[in-house]
């Protein structure tokens, strides 16, 4: 149970880190191209703020989000693992990009058709944050406890 925890706090440290880092990016390389000045010294300092800021303030903060995306998603593939003979990396990789991909399609629903997430604005964008998704769900899949039933098959 312990490294169940463990891992899927780190699966959702991978997680918010790409979201975090990848909305950075654009908004910077956004900046950049109206001929603002952008450097690498700019770069650090605003992913290191983004870091924080994005997941301690605001109503909706990132890691949040993407903390209940993924709790529904897990468990979900969970219920499925106790009737499917799909390894769990490959079943929990599915089920994190279903978490984030549901993320970035259900919160243009809920705003007003606005993109919160700014790297989820085009479709380049959302194919990275579901990858993202995917990457932390291979990490918690990788990484549960073996024995767990199925599961570490």
Do not use: C
Not at 7 to 25: E, G, Y
Not at 114 to 134: C, M, P, W
């Amino acid at each position: 149970m312990i490294k169940q925890i463990q891992a899927f706090l780190i699966s959702l440290i991978i997680a918010t880190f790409l979201v975090v880092t990848h909305t950075t990016a654009t908004n910077l390389i956004w900046l950049q191209s109206i001929n603002m000045p952008v450097d690498f010294q700019l770069v650090i300092a605003t992913m290191a703020t983004d870091l924080v800021d994005m997941n301690s303030r605001g109503a909706f903060p990132v890691i949040g989000l993407i903390f209940v995306g993924l709790l529904i998603a897990f468990i979900t593939a969970r219920i499925i693992a106790i009737w499917s003979s799909i390894k769990a990396p490959y079943l929990y990789a599915l089920a994190g990009g279903a978490a984030l991909l549901a993320i970035v399609a259900l919160m243009p629903m809920a705003f007003y058709n606005l993109d919160l997430i700014a790297g989820a604005r085009t479709v380049a964008g959302r194919a990275y944050l579901v990858v993202a998704g995917l990457i932390a769900g291979y990490y918690f899949g990788s990484h549960i406890q073996k024995g767990d039933s199925n599961e570490a098959n």
